[in-house]
């Protein structure tokens, strides 16, 4: 019995490492990338778990039926090279969890290319020898826009309230405008375009200055992903 036991072990197959499951994973989100672009709904499908709880940028759900369906798409001349970086992968088990930076180089016909990134999240299962996805989320993430000059800093210089009772205060530090709330330092806030303004690493949330008749600015709306809070300008 002992010496059948010693031959088991012997002859059993030693457990994966974390860096070579981690090396797995990667080809495979990899190749999973790759195939979006080209419409290969089979090859992103075949990497998927039947029970797959899959969430796109858009916070659209898709199952594996709905992968495996997409087809090629017309390119119109756009070509799309897909890069993941920012890899992290943690080992528990039979289960990992990776996280990772997509990186979309769109190409137009004239040569022109624009890169998109987005920052997904996604859970891969060992059973029957090979590693599936069970869970994926991404995010849309937003670069900041080119600055353009702030003629006058003054003129948003100012405390700001809403209806809720939250203040904004803005400030000049130095030759530029900078946002402080709830008692938080200073943050200097770059202009997108006249009276438009995000803070860098932030750009998602902007700050739409209004002004009167005369061109007195009275205030703002901070606007964020659709949702808008209207600041009035405190005397």
């Known amino acids: 019995m002992i010496g059948a036991f010693l031959l088991l072990a012997m002859t059993a197959p030693k457990a994966e490492k974390p860096a070579d499951i981690s090396a797995l994973l990667f080809r495979k989100t990899q190749a999973f990338s790759d195939a979006g672009p080209v419409g290969d709904g089979k090859a992103m499908a075949a990497l998927a ?5 899959f ?4 916070g659209d759900r898709a199952t594996r039926d709905d992968l495996a369906s997409i087809k090629p798409a017309p390119s119109n001349g756009v070509t799309t090279r897909m890069s993941v970086t920012d890899w992290d992968c943690q ?3 039979d289960v990992a969890v990776t996280s990772f930076i997509d990186n979309a180089a769109r190409t137009d016909a004239k040569g022109k290319t624009v890169i998109f990134r987005y920052r997904s999240v996604e859970t ?7 590693w599936t996805m069970i869970g994926s989320e991404t995010v849309a993430l937003a670069d900041d826009p080119a600055a353009v000059p702030v003629v006058a800093v003054d003129d948003y210089v100012g405390t700001y309230r809403a209806e809720s009772g ?10 530029e405008l900078a946002a402080t709330t709830g008692g ?7 202009a997108e375009a006249p009276d438009i303004f995000f803070t860098p690493g932030a750009a998602r949330a902007i700050k739409i200055f209004r002004r009167d008749a005369s061109g007195r600015v009275i205030g703002f709306v901070y606007h964020r992903i659709g949702q808008d809070i ?3 300008r405190v005397a």
């Open 230 to 232: 209207v600041f009035s």
């Open 55 to 58: 969430f796109n940028e858009n």
């Open 49 to 53: 778990d039947p029970r797959l709880i």
């Open 124 to 130: 891969w299962l060992h059973r029957s020898r090979d």
């Open 166 to 175: 939250l203040t904004f205060t803005f400030a000049r530090q130095g030759a």
């Open 184 to 190: 938080q330092p200073l943050t200097v806030q770059k």
């Open 91 to 93: 080992v528990h088990g």
